[in-house]
């Protein structure tokens, strides 16, 4: 104690609260920090945050996720973040004032959020060590230390009448034997200012230095998986993708790009760190019912099996009507069937016992497909390029599934490392564990892309265009409706293939006034979309998508 410190100085109850409240926010700070650096020791995956906010992931219902996608987008997983971190502040502020007055209490309430880290941490279908508790349990040890100290500046919670250590300094008669001192009259203890400002200021610089490297460490993770990424070169496809027939591609502004590029395909996947696994360590195993020859393949063997390239596009069954979840791209790999039937594997129409092709990702995803779709001769692909690129780490790197035709959660399993046959009786896949359907073929859909909803053309010709999509069996006809009038026969672009959607055009002799717009296609089959507007969950939206544009 320093001399300059022998009159107490009094502490109103609200500094005490504000005092504890810093405290708990130093703490808390410090918990997540170290708890940083020790996941960069164990792995990212395994830190609190990213653990606590994956279970959470996990957990969330169908519709909730469905919301999140629509309203945050590939933001969702930001703002979950960002969610989980406000809750944390706010309890970091609660249990620092707590700790104000009820030290160890508060202290051991940190602790408590350890267990809920390290168990979410633990419990993570990719968790296969107990060391992934470790981030949490370390960081909330340091956070509870901190905290102790630090409101042990703070003096005695209780202290009316009862002197302050502080005042019994040399030359001072010592007070601790009764109220005689200036601490008597004093409301409160005094607290030992210089050494709560010295320890919070040690505890937040050494946090951030923990903190900074633990990030440092995570961030330069995955380096032999980047470096495996960017020194392959895809070797050319023995069965290139037929060249875009010319009309396939309208050129009208506001149009989707027949294809996406890679940077602006959409992304949906539960993962909040993105999987960097490396290529050559990369291995596939396809083992289960009736695989007579079980195969174990490494990232080689697919390169040097005969490649085929297609394009394919790809929908998400999360995609609200007239949303953003579907994309085209040019795929690059191996096709599936020829694997499976190497591996012994018969479709059910040909007395094969399994029918369903359960894809496992090394993040523990899971995801179910139809064996009779899988090998009924459409191009389902262990793909590695995409638009003449290895997959980007987003986009499944090293090898991801696609199966034309079937919605991405029953079919498009990206950082895969494992393919068992079984039945739908015996294994639900992830999604279909949280109500979405066991089997979803993509419904025929067709979006507006221009105008946009609420634009203000001007009137005389305007081009109304968009896309439309109905994987496997084709896109037949495309129909606009203004207001209420007739359905009348848009243009449609030249089909590529039938797994690729379809562009279309629409001149509209735009008269002034609000006016909806209305649009609907037909597959191949003759079917013409339904009109009845149904959710996301469990098989893909559908009803008709519809513009309401003002003409000037
Ligand atoms: N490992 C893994 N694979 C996954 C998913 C996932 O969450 N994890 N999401 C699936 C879903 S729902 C879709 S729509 C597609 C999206 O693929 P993309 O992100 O490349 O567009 O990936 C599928 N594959
Ligand atoms: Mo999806």
Redesign the pocket.
């Known amino acids: 104690m320093s001399e300059d410190q022998k009159v107490p100085r009094a502490q109103p109850a609200w500094r005490r609260c504000l005092l504890g409240a810093v405290s708990g926010l130093v703490a808390g700070y410090t918990a997540l920090a170290v708890a940083e650096l020790v996941s960069a020791a164990v792995r990212p995956q395994a830190g609190p945050v990213v653990a606590v906010g994956s279970a959470a992931i996990d957990r969330t219902p169908a519709a909730v996720k469905d919301y999140a996608i629509r309203h945050f987008g590939t933001n969702d997983k930001l703002v979950l973040q960002l969610g989980i971190l406000t809750t944390l502040t706010v309890l970091a502020l609660l249990l620092g004032v707590l700790a104000a007055y009820r030290r160890r209490t508060g202290a051991a309430g940190v602790l408590l959020f350890g267990v809920v880290g390290a168990w979410a941490a633990t419990s993570r279908p990719d968790s296969t060590s107990w060391t992934d508790a470790l981030p949490s349990a370390v960081g909330v040890i340091a956070g509870a230390g901190v905290l102790y100290v630090l409101v042990g500046r703070l003096g005695p919670g209780k202290a009316t009448h009862t002197p302050a250590p502080v005042t019994q300094s040399r030359g001072d008669t010592p007070t601790a034997a009764g109220p005689v001192g200036p601490a008597a009259v004093t409301r409160e203890a005094g607290w030992d200012r210089r050494g709560f400002i010295i320890a919070a200021t040690a505890a937040a610089a050494a946090s951030t230095a923990a903190g900074a490297v633990g990030r440092t460490l995570n961030n330069s993770r995955g380096q032999s998986a980047v470096a495996s990424r960017s020194s392959l070169l895809l070797p050319a496809p023995a069965s290139a993708a037929a060249p875009v027939p010319k009309g396939a591609r309208l050129r009208i502004p506001g149009v989707s790009s027949f294809v996406a590029a890679n940077k602006d395909?959409?992304?949906?996947?539960?993962?909040l760190v993105v999987p960097k696994v490396d290529a050559t360590a990369w291995r596939l195993r396809i083992h289960g019912k009736g695989v007579t020859r079980p195969m174990t393949v490494t990232f080689d063997d697919l390169l040097r099996r005969e490649l085929i390239e297609r394009h394919i596009t790809?929908t998400?069954?999360s995609n609200e009507v007239g949303g953003p979840?579907v994309?085209n791209a040019r795929w690059i790999g191996v096709r599936l069937t020829d694997l499976l039937a190497e591996c012994g594997v018969r479709p059910p129409s040909k007395g094969g016992p399994a029918d369903q092709l359960v894809a496992r990702?090394v993040?523990g995803?899971t995801?179910g497909s139809p064996v009779e779709d899988v090998m009924d001769g459409r191009d389902a692909l262990l793909a590695i390029g995409m638009n003449g690129e290895p997959l980007p780490f987003?986009?499944?790197f090293p090898v991801r599934m696609l199966v034309p035709g079937l919605?991405?959660?029953v079919s498009?399993?990206?950082?895969i490392e494992d393919i068992e046959l079984t039945t739908f009786d015996a294994y639900d896949a992830y999604w279909v564990k949280r109500k979405w359907a066991r089997r979803a073929p993509i419904k025929t859909q067709t979006r507006i892309d221009t105008p946009k909803p609420f634009a203000r053309p001007k009137a005389g010709t305007v081009m109304v265009a968009g896309v439309a999509w109905a994987q496997h069996r084709g896109i037949d006809k495309v129909e606009v409706r203004l207001d209420d009038g007739p359905w009348q026969q848009a243009d449609l672009a030249r089909e590529d293939t039938r797994d690729t959607w379809r562009q279309w055009s629409f001149p509209w002799k735009a008269t002034r006034g609000t006016h909806t717009l209305t649009v609907r296609a037909t597959d191949r089959t003759g079917q013409t979309q339904t009109e009845r507007r149904t959710r996301t969950v469990p098989d893909g939206a559908s009803g008709w998508h519809s513009v309401v544009v003002t003409v000037d």
């Open positions: 395909f959409y992304r949906v996947d539960t993962a790809l998400c069954v979840y994309g990702s993040d995803m995801i987003e986009h499944g919605y991405g959660y498009a399993c990206k950082w």
